[in-house]
């Protein structure tokens, strides 16, 4: 387990706190939508942080081919149709080149900056001349609305509790999902940033911003600078 991370509930938890089980329930919302809008037909997506293949499985549906990335072999034993890889993020090194590099669930929040960075860089290194990389980012409120719950029309809630600071930025954000059946929860790392500082995060990595992709500014596409 991931230092400052934890998750309960039934069935596997992976190193940053994440419940297999809970990931396999969960239905996909509109990122595959916003995804399939701003990259080419037909795209090779190297899919950093792919879980259990949620959206891996409706970008394959829509005709992309997918690399799918993650740290942990219990989620990525659910990816169907997609060729896996298990390693951390930070530290892949494929000697490949993607039309499309994506890193999406906030993970350019993480609490540890050289962890951050260690994912900024394995976007930039993947990203094909040409290419771009897409990248979630958290919500303005997202740690200040809390607490905070959602109602899923399919029938089971989500809680962010808490969002309590513990030094150096950071902020211990506590989640709750409950379903007729189970609850799970999740406590991670996750460090708010700024339109500005996230731009100075990207340019580190030798990325910009090349569009905010919706009206929250959720999702960006940023292209390498040389």
Same mark, same amino acid.
């Given at each position: 387990m991931r230092?400052g991370?934890? *998750?309960?509930?039934? =069935?596997? %938890? ?7 089980e ?7 919302g509109?990122?595959p939508?916003v995804i399939a ?5 037909g795209?090779? %997506?190297?899919e /950093? *942080?792919s879980?259990v293949?949620?959206?891996t499985?409706?970008l394959l549906e $829509?005709g ?12 990525l034993? +659910? #990816?169907?149709g997609? +060729?896996t890889?298990c390693s951390?993020i930070?530290d892949?090194?494929?000697g490949e080149?993607f039309?499309v590099?994506m /890193?999406? !669930?906030?993970? #350019?929040?993480?609490g540890?900056?050289?962890?951050r +960075?260690g994912l900024?860089r ?8 040409g290419?771009?990389?897409?990248? &979630? $980012?958290? =919500?303005?409120?997202y740690?200040?609305?809390?607490? $905070?719950e959602r109602?899923?029309?399919s029938?089971f809630?989500v809680?962010i509790l !808490?969002a309590?600071?513990?030094g150096? =930025?950071?902020? !211990?954000?506590?989640?709750e999902?409950v379903?007729?059946?189970?609850v799970?929860t &999740?406590?991670?790392l996750? $460090?708010p940033?700024? +339109?500005?500082q996230f ?8 990325l910009?911003v090349?569009?905010?992709? @919706?009206?929250d500014?959720?999702?960006?596409r940023?292209?390498? @600078?040389?």
């Amino acid at each position: 387990m991931r230092k400052g991370y934890g *998750g309960t509930g039934p =069935g596997a %938890i992976t190193p940053d706190g994440c419940a297999v089980e809970l990931y396999a329930r969960l239905p996909v919302g509109s990122e595959p939508d916003v995804i399939a809008a701003a990259v080419p037909a037909g795209a090779h %997506i190297l899919e /950093l *942080g792919s879980g259990v293949g949620r959206v891996t499985h409706a970008l394959l549906e $829509r005709g992309f081919t997918v690399t799918a990335v993650d740290e942990s072999a219990d989620m990525l034993a +659910r #990816v169907r149709g997609a +060729r896996t890889i298990c390693s951390p993020i930070e530290d892949l090194d494929l000697g490949e080149e993607f039309d499309v590099v994506m /890193l999406a !669930s906030f993970l #350019v929040h993480a609490g540890d900056e050289e962890v951050r +960075r260690g994912l900024l860089r394995t976007c930039a290194r993947h990203v094909a001349e040409g290419g771009c990389v897409l990248i &979630q $980012r958290e =919500g303005e409120d997202y740690h200040t609305e809390v607490p $905070r719950e959602r109602v899923d029309p399919s029938g089971f809630t989500v809680r962010i509790l !808490s969002a309590d600071p513990v030094g150096d =930025g950071v902020n !211990s954000v506590h989640a709750e999902y409950v379903f007729p059946d189970a609850v799970w929860t &999740q406590t991670f790392l996750s $460090r708010p940033l700024t +339109r500005e500082q996230f731009e100075s995060a990207l340019a580190e990595a030798g990325l910009e911003v090349d569009a905010y992709l @919706t009206p929250d500014g959720m999702w960006v596409r940023a292209l390498p @600078t040389a």
